[in-house]
């Protein structure tokens, strides 16, 4: 059960210097990534500035209610996977597995809230081609969707790997990285949900 | 702390990267290859390749600037067989723009960060293979699949880009440039960005983690300090452009309207697509001379026989430019509208950049002064390069200042200057580097007359190409035109611009002698020994050439810097003018001195 | 011993005629580039009052970057001929404070006198005349014109008697910018379809029209005649082609002109055509000095909606 403790120092001294080798090339990758969203802000922002009001008349405000729903969805599951890290480094197979389960599932949760926002404004006319709003609104969300739909197929991944009964000392690092990568995701929603829907 | 050697450290340094066995199927050795090594060459091969592609592609301009609208001798019924060999406005159009795109990303980008960056950073910082073998294929492939979407490009209806490099849009948009291919154009920029940073993530975190023991900051040489900081630009910029590239891709098939107004249809902002161009924009004309940079205060040193010149000075400058590179970008948009004070902020920052420029002319300059010359083929391209980057950079004082700007703005003057700056530079800077490196890449040496005169014909041909295109601009000949020959001011400048065209037939003649060269030297060229240049870098003292697959049997130990030639001592007790960074030579002496670097570092 | 004096001499033989060599070649260069507008060499004529404030920062920057790169590349040569593989290297890792102090030194003398002086008299040129559109304004006889760029020509719009854009007095020309010499010209700018860049070589200006904003430019011309409108930002297919006639008149032959013109516009004129109407209420000079007009917004989308006709060129016209 217990599969870091088994292993020999050395071995053990080489896991963590390939584990944070791993973690610096993700660090550089997700600032890469942030410099990415931030150029869609900065054209939110752009688009915003030259518009005298927003949401630009005759169409409809962005709800509120769901994207703050979705903000407690994506931060729980972000606590959910530190969780899932740390009992992973325990060894702890089992509550490491319901955590990632969790993580999973409230994930899910979220791409699911995310289809009903987009259904309801879709009901309301607004449409990726009604104006500035709806170009930035579907792009934002719909890219960052995306980010956490591949975000769900790595743990899905893992679950499964972790299940199967392979070996967790193995998978740390690759959880660890999952982890930075959803964190990061959870990140760029919060910005998202403050600088679109609540100003 | 790197530099406080104990055992330990070194030991761990064995451990820490693992000899990966040398692949025994053909695939895993000449396709998908995780070596480092090998990925460098993938890259070259097909940087060389598209280096040709939009070499001919210039050509085609320079034809049309010459003789407009006349049909083109020898290929021209072949490519252009419905206009019985003339190039029409529209195809004239999707050759410079292609041109553009090509040789910037699909050609000097890999060569010069996909091979060189490749090749040198894990054997001159002592490490088995970069930090992320499989990134660094899949890196590769993606490349491949980059320049697969810009030939498809030219395979679809209408054609491929056209709406310039910078892909303004509503021009770039579906109303201004309809078809398939400027997407798919757009697409390929998105793909080969994505490369290019799996390749900067992999670069910066070998040079962070895999540096041998004793490797040291400041004992890195120039051109993996060039790369370094290239990389970094790739990995915090290029995605602005991918970002702006998939905005405009959205706006072309998704209906959205980021960037479209007016006749186009919607309440976006095209100037705001400038912004994040210009923001990757400019920090990409300096992706692509840092690593120039790092190898010309390298062959300097190498090639002058004594350590380069103020080397801290010249890696702060870098970092200084590096730096400033993130905030000049309003340069390119003096004439955009842009407010007064907005434009004297960006002018002066951009002014600022010579300083750094200065320090390092400066050090290469006192770096060969009091040498002792070897003007060997590298050394020759280095000169060359100090040269037109020297021509390059001095112009773009001009253009910097707004109310000279205000003038040669979008003229054939820029397109001197940049040329100069960056295709010239960087053209010559890499193929120094090739040359250099070459032997240590296939084990043979190339022959160093056809070297020279590749050398003559590529400096000479390039300062006259791009000088008299800066003084068709000066006289104010705009850029990106059919027929120059239109207006008016412009009839007396024909034959400036015929002249121009002759000596770019004659720069691209020269080429052969490289193409000879080349591939003579693959297959029939003398073996290379262990360190034919007799240089002090870890890829010459340490490796067989060509080197073995994990390239160190036990990773080396740095006592120095890469630039120790003629150190008295060593001539004395050696009796050579050069010493490895990782020959152990008075090692109480060295061990003092690696202290002190670490106490600074 | 006496060799190497020889040798000495020698290369210093060899090390003057090169550097003679090379000041001839550069002058000779510069001097080819001087202005000779009859062979289209050199800057074109400059017919504005401004524009040798242009041309003198231009040859500033020409006298202080000849030296630089003169003595660079007699440096190099230097180096190249005194010092080559016979010559004893000097081990210098050239990191001493002198020598660091000496490297700053000369690159903040050179920042100094030369950016310096260049950023220095850019910013008042450009705060007192290029951009200074307010002093323009006040000028009781400026002209104003607004023009509407779109593939392939320049719409110009004049208010007329009224001084009021829009209205039936106005005079509209295509391709065709005539204008009084000695008072200020202002130019308002917007595209209809893509950026297409306002250029005037002989007056030494541009400035980009762009859908969806308005741009303003201004100058003063100091000689009549006829000389070339250039568009100078890639717009197409027949960008080459998108050339205008600018006229520049004496004060009292324009007068007559612009007369003439608007009686002729205003027995044309027909109230309901919306599309002849694409003109905007002149932008004060004070308002939105980034440049990104809030209520130009609006006003340039409704420009010319049909227009958009012309704009969906592009199938046939590209082959
Ligand atoms: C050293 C001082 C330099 C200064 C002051 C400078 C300044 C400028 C300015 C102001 C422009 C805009 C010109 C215009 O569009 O009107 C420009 C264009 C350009 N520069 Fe530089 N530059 C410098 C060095 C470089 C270097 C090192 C590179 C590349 C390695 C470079 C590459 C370019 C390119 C590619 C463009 C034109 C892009 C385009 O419009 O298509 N420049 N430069
Ligand atoms: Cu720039
Ligand atoms: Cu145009």
Redesign the interface.
Known sequence: MHNVVQLHPQALLEQRRNEQTSAIGMMVALGSWGMMFAALFFMYLGLRAHTLAWPPPGLPALPIALPSLNTVVIGCSSVALVRALRSMREGQRRPASLWMLATFVLGLAFVGLQTLLWWTTWQQGLTPSTGTLGTVFYSLTVLHALHVAAGLAVLAYLLGMTLGGRSMAERVTTLRLCGMFWHFVGGVWAFMFVGMFLL | MQGVMTPADIEAAQHLQHIHETPKSFVKHYVFSIDHKYIAKQFLWAGLLFLFFGGMLAMLIRWQWAYPGEAVPVVGNLLFPDTQGAITPPTYNTIFTTHGLIMIFFAITPIMIGCFGNFCIPLMIGARDMAFPWLNLLSFWIFALSQALVLASFCVELGSAAAGWTTYPPLASQVGTPGLGQSLMVLALFVTGVSTIMGAINYITTVIRFRAPGMTWFRMPGTVWGLWLTSILNALFVPVLGSAGLMLLFDRHFGTQFFLTGAAGGTGDPILFQHLFWIFGHPEVYILILPIWGFVIDFMSFFARKPAYWFRGSIYAMITVTVLSAVVYGHHMFVTGMSPLLGQAFMLLTLVISVPAEILFLNWLHTIWKGSIRLTVPMLFGLGTIFVFGLGGLTGIYLGTISTDLYLHDTMFVVGHFHLTMASAAFLGSFGALYLWFPKMYGRLMNPFLGKVHFWFSTVGLTLVFGFQMLAGYAGQQRRLYDPFQYSYLEGLQDLNRFTTYCAFALAIGQLAFVYNFFYSLFAGKRASQNPWELGTIEWTDCASPPVHHNFDRIPVVYRGPHEYNHPEVLEKLGRDWIGQTEEFDPAADAATSDEVAATA | MNIGFTMMNHLKKRLTSLLVTLVALTSA?FA??APV????????RDVSVDGH??DW??NA?TF??TI??VI??I??AA??VK?????????????SGH??AF??A???V??LV??GN??F???I???TT??NYTEAEKHPEAVRIEINA?QWAWDARYAGPDGKFNTADDIVTLNDIRVPVGVPILFQLA?????H?F?L??L?????A????I??MWTTAKETGE??I????????????M?GLLTILKMDEYKSWSDKMSRIHARGYDPKDQAAKWGWAWKKADTN????S?EG?PK??A?APE??Q???L??E???
């Open positions: 260069t080819n580039a507008p009859a062979t289209g060499w050199g800057l074109p404030k242009i920062l231009i920057t202080f970057i630089l790169f660079m590349c440096w190099m180096a190249v010092h080559g593989k016979d010559h004893q290297a000097e081990y210098d890792h050239g990191d020598h660091v490297a700053m000369i690159s903040a050179i920042f030369v950016d260049l950023w008299n850019s910013t040129d450009v705060n290029f951009w779109h595209s209809t379809d893509v950026i860049s250029s070589p002989n030494r200006i541009k400035q980009d762009m859908p969806g904003m741009n303003r000389f070339d250039a568009c100078t930002q890639h717009c197409g297919t027949h960008h080459y082609k050339k000095d980034d440049g990104i809030v917004k340039s989308a420009l227009r958009s012309s704009v969906s592009a199938p016209a590209r082959n």
